[in-house]
């Protein structure tokens, strides 16, 4: 096999207090990349983009192509090849988009290669590519990216990943304010967050992430909704770059969300909600921004147990 076409879903990341460890993904929008192996070492590059949003088209900025690299070097091999983009996920709302391209190019690479690649191996290739895109190697993107449903991190350096489909059916409603933010939005919303925090937060920070965990192993609702909803370092932090957040936030509960808070590094917030409540809920949120005179988009999102995945081969 020379040409492969893989896809590879959007995620939402963080998922409150799982900072750079938990991550979700999610079906509404997929990147493909389509790698053909060449007899010269050249690497090329096209995009086809339909996300109206500047996507890095010079090779080595790119966090598919150099994700595909990193799987070369993980498997020993030197080859050139031409990569084809088509970018799907929404660019810089915080939905893993440079990290679904990784993802899918890590995926394309070790399967050219004759698929000797661990998992493991293809989302640390992802990684670096997302550190091109975004300035740091988080995985919590790439990782449900390639795996589906969701990913914890066991082990940042190894990196070791713990994969749960969702049991349970459930919506996101996630919604995008109209808010000015610099272009490196990944790098200024953690360049926001807290050095050092104290050990008070922290066993409160730990016990969040525990019952996210533990609510997503038992498939329990809301236990999930209550741990997104109790994020106490992100959150704080970058609730300041959306307008309002704490006014949003206590509407959609009210509304019923069994959860709500930033998607990734923002500016898009999610709420988790039962699925016969996403549109009322998308509604709300809506409405209540638009009251504080801040204009909003939003869908209502479902988890995908199906991370990257072969779409055709030559
Ligand atoms: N974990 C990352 C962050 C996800 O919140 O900064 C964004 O890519």
Redesign the pocket.
């Known amino acids: 096999m020379k040409i492969i076409e893989v896809s590879a879903p959007a995620t939402i ?2 998922l409150g207090p799982g ?2 460890i938990v991550g979700l993904a999610i079906e509404n929008y997929r990147d493909i990349v389509r790698i053909e192996l060449t007899d010269d070492e050249s690497v090329t590059l096209e995009v086809v983009n339909n996300t109206g949003v500047a996507v890095a088209s010079k090779p080595e900025e790119n966090s598919a192509v150099v994700s595909a690299l990193r799987v070369m070097e993980f498997a020993g091999v030197k080859s050139g090849f031409k990569m084809k983009l088509i970018k799907n996920v929404p660019i810089g709302i ?1 939905l ?1 988009s440079s ?1 679904a391209s990784a993802a899918a190019a890590a995926y394309a690479m070790n399967i050219l290669l004759g698929g000797k690649l661990p998992m493991e191996i293809l989302v640390k290739s992802a990684g670096e590519g ?1 550190k091109v895109a ?1 300035g740091s190697p ?1 995985l ?2 790439v990782a449900p990216s390639l795996y589906g449903g969701f990913t914890m991190i066991l082990d940042v350096d190894k990196p070791e990943i713990f994969n749960i489909k969702p049991s349970i059916d459930f919506s996101i409603v996630l919604i995008t304010p109209k808010v000015n933010l610099p272009s490196n939005k ?1 790098e200024y ?2 360049s926001l967050l807290p050095k050092m925090i104290d050990l008070e937060t922290m066993v409160k920070q730990t016990s969040s992430l525990t019952r996210l965990i533990t609510g997503i192993i038992k498939g329990d609702l809301k236990m999930i909704g209550e741990a997104i909803s109790s994020d106490y370092v ?1 959150e704080p932090a970058r609730s300041v770059m959306i307008p309002r957040f704490y006014e949003v936030k206590e509407a959609a509960l009210k509304a019923g969300a069994l959860g709500f808070s930033l998607s ?2 923002g500016p898009s917030v999610f709420a988790l909600t039962y699925p016969e409540d996403a549109e009322n809920i998308r509604r709300e949120i809506i409405e209540k921004f638009h009251e504080y005179g801040v204009e909003s988009v939003g869908i209502i999102a479902k988890p995908t147990p199906i991370g990257a995945r072969i779409e055709q081969t030559d």
């Open positions: 990341a963080n900072f750079d915080g893993g990290g997302e975004c988080h919590d993107n990944t919303a953690r992100i990734g590094a």
